[in-house]
């Protein structure tokens, strides 16, 4: 990967998401705003918690450690599975669909929003068989590598990549924002994260969070 533009001329921003995840789902709608706002085009792949926390999994709090072991695999491994299927262009709108059920309508990443995610795009309920499968756990911890190769093993969902300057890719992790800023003040994020990721030996930029994901 990476090209410098897209077959449309866009610049390419690549998006590793995890649909488990609410903080990336803000995200990746901030980014759906910033489509519109800059000569951007989004691409869209996978990477996984349960994967990212495999090495660590008994240090985390109990509720995590089941989290990870019951709930996360199944959404992305229906969403390789449907990209191993049916080809990259479906990826975004089954997040899109996933993410509305899993986060909006407050649904979890249970097998009926699933189920529901696949219909809403029309792809075969069969895909849904996935969900238990390592079939294509492959393809999933490859993707996963790719996105978090990038950025180190200390952060999570999502990693973005673009080009930068030079012709190399600046990836990143987050930004972390809730609500998901729409119009120019999606432009003004846009603008600034590329600013600063773009800066040599920049690493962080934190502070508590003091509200939780507000989907809207």
């Known amino acids: 990967m990476p090209e410098n533009s897209t077959a449309g001329g866009k610049v390419p921003a690549d998006f590793w998401f995890d649909p488990l995840c609410p903080w990336a789902w803000m995200t990746s709608r901030w980014m759906l705003e910033v489509e519109k706002v800059r000569d951007v085009e989004v691409r869209w792949h996978v990477m996984s918690l349960a994967v990212l926390n495999e090495p660590r999994l008994d240090e985390l709090p109990e509720e995590y450690q089941d989290m990870m072991r019951t709930q996360a695999w199944a959404p992305v491994r229906v969403v390789v599975a449907a990209q191993q299927k049916h080809g990259d262009d479906i990826v975004g709108p089954l997040y899109t669909a996933l993410g509305t059920r899993i986060h909006n309508n407050g649904e979890g990443p249970t097998r009926e929003a699933i189920a529901g995610a696949l219909a809403d795009v ?24 790719e996105g978090i190769d990038k950025v180190g093993q200390d952060v999570g969902t999502p990693v973005i990549a673009v080009p930068g300057a030079d012709g190399e890719q600046i990836a990143f992790f987050g930004p972390v924002v809730t609500p998901a800023p729409k119009g120019e003040e999606a432009a003004k994020l846009w603008d600034g994260t590329l600013l600063v990721a773009s800066i040599p030996g920049f690493y962080e930029i934190k502070r508590t969070r003091t509200q939780g994901p507000v989907f809207d």
């Open 122 to 145: 029309g792809l075969p309920a069969e895909l849904l068989e996935y969900a238990d499968s390592d079939a294509y756990d492959k393809e999933l911890r490859a993707s996963h590598k």
